[in-house]
Nanobody, 124 residues
Framework: QVQLVESGGGLVQAGDSLRLSCAAS????????MGWFRRPPGEQRAFVAA????????YYANSMKGRFTISRDSAKNTVYLQIDSLKPEDTAVYYC?????????????????WGQGTQVTVSS
């Protein structure tokens, strides 16, 4: 089992930057990649970004390229999501997830473990 705990969310203003963290514990050696997803109010949860645990190769949803940066600190078993130039439409619950197999990084059904989520609210 892998436990994931997100942090770093909150209420921010448009134009601000924010860094979300996801701390992993347990059988982290079984993780191949980590991902971030988000669910805006009234919408489905959608892929934001993913990163392979060993090589650090990032993957982004096309609409997220530019303002979102995913990174990881293997020594701390932590994955980060940096969001710059925040917009009100970035308001969502952001979830961290872990998968034990390669590929299909954008498919949330392929992820094995999920965190509880952290709320990000961007005011205009």
């Amino acid at each position: 089992q892998v436990q994931l705990v997100e942090s770093g969310g909150g209420l921010v203003q448009a134009g601000d930057s924010l860094r979300l963290s996801c701390a992993a514990s347990g059988r982290t050696d079984s993780c191949y990649a980590m991902g971030w997803f988000r669910r805006p109010p009234g919408e489905q949860r959608a892929f934001v970004a993913a990163i392979t645990w060993s090589g650090g190769t990032p993957y982004y949803a096309n609409s997220m390229k530019g303002r979102f940066t995913i990174s990881r600190d293997s020594a701390k078993n932590t994955v980060y999501l940096q969001i710059d130039s925040l917009k009100p439409e970035d308001t969502a619950v952001y979830y961290c997830a872990a998968k034990t197999r390669a590929y299909y990084y954008t498919d949330q059904s392929k992820y094995d473990y999920w965190g509880q989520g952290t709320q990000v609210t961007v005011s205009s």
